[in-house]
């Protein structure tokens, strides 16, 4: 089993800065994909950003510009660096991660979700 622990979520007005941060702990043998997912009130979970092993990206185009997504595969964690930040992207965030062993996937993990709020 694989543990996700986020942090950095808060309360920040419009145009603020938040990093969110999220390590993986337990049974890691190879983490392929990190990425981020939100849900707002009412809100289907939409994907924000995920990051491959090798470092390529994908981004929301909602996000593009002001979100970075970058992660640290020795302490197997990833971060998402969020400027700019609007009312629109309040939302409960989530990491998850696709945890592999030679012969496949092992799982897919997610965390407990953080709540992000942008308000002034």
């Known amino acids: 089993q694989v543990q996700l622990v986020e942090s950095g979520g808060d309360l920040v007005q419009p145009g603020g800065s938040l990093r969110l941060s999220c390590a993986a702990s337990?049974?890691?043998?190879?983490?392929?994909?990190m990425g981020w997912y939100r849900q707002a009130p009412g809100k289907q979970r939409e994907l924000v950003a995920r990051i491959a092993s090798g470092g390529t990206t994908n981004y929301a185009d909602s996000v593009k510009g002001r979100f970075t997504i970058s992660r640290d595969n020795a302490k197997n964690t990833v971060y998402l660096q969020m400027n700019s930040l609007k009312p629109e992207d309040t939302a409960v965030y989530f990491c998850n991660i696709e945890n592999y062993r030679n012969d496949g996937l092992q799982g897919r993990y997610w965390g407990q979700g953080i709540q992000v709020t942008v308000s002034s």
């Open positions: 337990g049974t890691i043998f190879r983490i392929n994909i």
